[in-house]
């Protein structure tokens, strides 16, 4: 289905409302119509002498074209802006159900502009264009029923030049259409460039890349100009040929009614009459065609918002599974995954078992794929092949609100919301007490800090948790996963920047867990961490190359000894800790 065919569907649950608009503009231009009818009557009656009756017409028609014009506007502005936001909302609730990979490709500023200023320039050109083309649609059928009462053979010779009035324009505004999205992208990319500067200002000035980012920045905009020129060019030549082709009817329409009145068919009065309703009828398809453009631009500015929103949703439909009892036997079997658009796997045939009570760690070098088997078991990304199973059944058949209570995650590079503390712990659970919240932030060592905060838990931690450190920020997403109390908890290179007071506090949480059959997996890059677990597999280039208890995996002289030579570090648990590998 075309754009614009969905752009009038999505004002569908307005129809009423706009039957109403459409009718207001008829009564109102019938009103506008009736004004000379009435002005050539007034002179009579004032000769007459019957002064009411010349003036009480005018002002009932002049009261009641405002009242009109006054309910017509409100309305309409209503229509619009309901209009606008289930369009957003719509597009909101798109996003988040969305693939993470083919969000991150699309960047976050190309999605938050389809969210915002896409759905605002359809209300906009919407607004501006409709209203117009309404009202002066509903005039130009007023003044057409009038001519075509007047003199039918040449109100028909206008009906048949129109389309070719139309045709012309058409063409022009077709070339837009298709501009349209264009300019949008490249407005998109700007802002996108303009928001990720800003985000990583810090970056950008420790390198002295003020000159590259502003060189970068302007070549973005220079493309939206140029594209922006393009469409003022179209807009011109549009505007051009709709006056042009105006202007040949006019002068069409005096020849043909003057052989009319030659052949005696018509009379002068009558042909004069004509053509001062046909003058103000041209004027009407006029800027009936020089607001086409708009219109189309408007549909063409719908047409990435219903383009988004067609995108099937990627997020399998969750299962409906959720035992009072879950065990936390997490099993991966031949799990393989590639990402979109990418051909290499960045996982090959995974096999892994994390049982109730025990610490699995996973060790392995940057880029081993050790965060994607995070997200894969977050549900972030579905495998390419292979199964992830829960006690024994695929994770998909789980409820998805049950699954995130019990399996929790703290990723390598949590994100915070620009909330309270407190929010940011119990983010997600709803309502929970500060004993909770407190009793959290004390496991991982993060209650100190927080009493520190000249408002403690109440402080805002700034946008993306930007006024925390990287150690703090990572203490507070493991005390937000660690308040769901979860059967499975996941650590994702979790002590790369805690400080030390941190790390012992978290450390002895992980250990704990062995009491409370809480099973953990935790992912390093630190061979010293990796030998505190019950079980340790190298995941290597997407592979698991050796697994097993960690005083085997690590022994010197074996296979994972001398891979953990190779990035820098030694096999034996306690020394060599030098967390090279913790960025990974
Ligand atoms: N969103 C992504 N899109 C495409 N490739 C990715 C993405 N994230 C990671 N990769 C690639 O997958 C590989 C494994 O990355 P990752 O799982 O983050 O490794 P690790 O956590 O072990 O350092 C890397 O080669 C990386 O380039
Ligand atoms: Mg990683």
């Given amino acids: 289905m075309g754009a614009g065919r969905r752009l009038l569907l999505s004002l569908s649950p307005e129809r009423r409302r706009c039957a109403a608009v459409i009718g207001l503009m008829a009564a109102s231009a019938l009103g506008e119509m009736a004004v000379p009818y009435y002005m050539g009557r007034a002179s009579d009656w004032v000769a007459r002498e019957d002064e009411l009756a010349a003036i009480l017409p005018m002002v009932l028609l002049g009261l009641s074209s405002a009242v009109t014009e006054l309910v017509c506007d409100v309305t309409f502005v209503g229509i619009l802006s309901r209009t606008q936001s289930r369009l957003q909302r719509r597009v909101f609730a798109a996003v988040l159900r969305q693939d993470i990979a083919e969000l991150r490709t699309d960047g976050a500023g190309d999605v938050a502009t389809r969210v915002t200023r896409d759905a605002e320039d359809v209300r906009e050109a919407l607004g501006e264009a409709l209203s117009l083309l309404l009202w002066y649609l509903a005039r130009g059928v007023c003044l057409f029923a009038t001519m075509a009462w007047l003199s039918p053979r040449m109100a028909l010779l206008t009906a048949l030049a129109l389309p070719l009035l139309l045709a012309l324009p058409r063409a022009v505004g077709h070339f837009q259409q298709a501009l349209a999205p ?335 059959g809480r099973a953990v997996l935790m992912v390093t890059g630190r061979a010293a961490l990796a030998a505190q677990a019950q079980w340790v597999a190298v995941l290597e280039g997407g592979e698991v190359c050796q697994q097993g208890p960690p005083h085997e995996v690590l022994r010197p002289g074996s296979h994972t000894w001398h891979l953990l030579q190779d990035w820098g570090q030694q096999g034996a648990p306690g020394e060599g800790d030098r967390g090279s590998g913790g960025e990974g």
Avoid at 261 to 271: P, R
Avoid at 273 to 295: G, H, I, K, N, R
Avoid at 326 to 337: A, R
């Fill in 182 to 516: 264009q300019m949008q992208k490249a407005q998109a990319q700007a802002s996108e460039v303009a928001v990720e500067t800003f985000q990583a200002m810090a970056t950008v000035r420790s390198f002295a890349n003020e000159d590259g980012a502003a060189a970068h920045y302007r070549q973005c905009l220079q493309q939206s100009h140029r594209l922006e020129m393009k469409d003022v060019a179209l807009y011109t030549v549009s505007a051009w040929t709709s006056g042009f082709s105006a202007l040949a009817l006019k002068v069409g329409i005096l020849y043909y009614g003057g052989r009319l009145v030659a052949a005696g068919t018509v009379s002068t009065g009558d042909l004069v009459t004509f053509l001062l309703y046909q003058m103000q009828f041209t004027d009407v398809v006029e800027v009936l065609l020089c607001y086409y453009p708009t219109l189309t631009k408007a549909v063409g500015s719908s047409e990435k918002i219903f383009e988004f929103l067609d995108r099937e949703p990627q997020l399998t439909p969750s299962g409906t599974m959720a035992p009072s009892e879950l065990q936390g036997h997490l099993q991966l079997e031949d799990v393989w995954f590639s990402y979109p658009g990418r051909q290499e796997p960045v996982l090959k045939g995974v096999s892994l078992e994390l049982r109730p009570g025990k610490v699995l760690a996973v060790l392995g070098p940057p880029g081993g794929g050790k965060s994607t088997l995070v997200a894969l078991v977050s549900r972030l990304h579905q495998p390419t092949a292979g199964r992830l199973l829960l006690d024994g059944h695929p994770l998909p058949t789980y409820q998805h609100s049950y699954l995130c209570r019990q399996v929790a995650v703290v990723p390598q590079e949590p994100l915070l919301f620009a909330r309270s503390l407190h929010a940011n712990i119990s983010y997600g659970l709803g309502c929970c007490s500060r004993a909770q919240v407190t009793a959290a932030a004390r496991q991982v060592g993060a209650h100190n800090f927080i009493t520190r905060l000249p408002q403690g838990y109440d402080t805002e931690v700034g946008e993306l948790g930007g006024q925390l450190s990287g150690g703090q920020r990572q203490a507070v997403a493991i005390a937000r996963a660690l308040l769901r109390d979860p059967r499975i908890l996941i650590l994702d290179e979790h002590s790369s920047a805690l400080d030390t007071e941190c790390q012992q506090q978290v450390e002895q949480e992980i250990l704990a867990a062995r009491g409370s």
